[in-house]
């Protein structure tokens, strides 16, 4: 249901921008978000876009540098991602989920469902 594409390997600084192919029910109807994992690390949650109004969450470390959107009419998420830092290397994962209580948005078992993740290296 959900098919993450566009990662590959980019210098510290650059810019990438992922996409997130997904149904056109999911596209009008879900909260939709990134999650990455690095490198012996748990996953975490990098950003969200709620369905009612679309507001966007970030995690901190990625605030001002990082940016999702979507087009419902081409049922796709995008994450623009600029100043890139060898610490954002990982495989990033969108999610979706029908919707939920705020606070769980940045909780990796409140989505329900997951791409198959694009890896991300950024390195000199």
């Known amino acids: 249901q959900l098919q993450a594409s566009g990662g590959g390997l980019v210098q510290p600084g650059g810019s990438l921008r992922l996409s997130c192919a997904t149904s056109?029910?999911?596209?009008?109807?879900?909260?939709v978000g990134w999650f990455r994992q690095g490198p012996g690390k748990e996953r975490e949650f990098v950003t969200a876009?709620?369905?009612?109004?679309?507001?966007?969450y970030y995690a901190d470390s990625v605030k001002g540098r990082f940016t999702i959107s979507r087009d419902n009419a081409k049922n796709t998420a995008y994450l623009q991602m600029n100043s890139l830092k060898p610490e954002d290397t990982a495989v990033y994962y969108c999610?979706?989920?029908?919707?939920?209580?705020?606070?769980?948005?940045?909780?990796?078992?409140?989505?329900?469902?997951w791409g198959q993740g694009t890896l991300v290296t950024v390195s000199s």
């Open positions: 999610a979706a989920r029908r919707t939920g209580i705020l606070s769980t948005l940045y909780n990796v078992a409140a989505w329900t469902y």
């Open positions: 056109e029910r999911t596209a009008n109807n879900y909260d």
């Open positions: 876009l709620r369905r009612n109004n679309g507001t966007p």
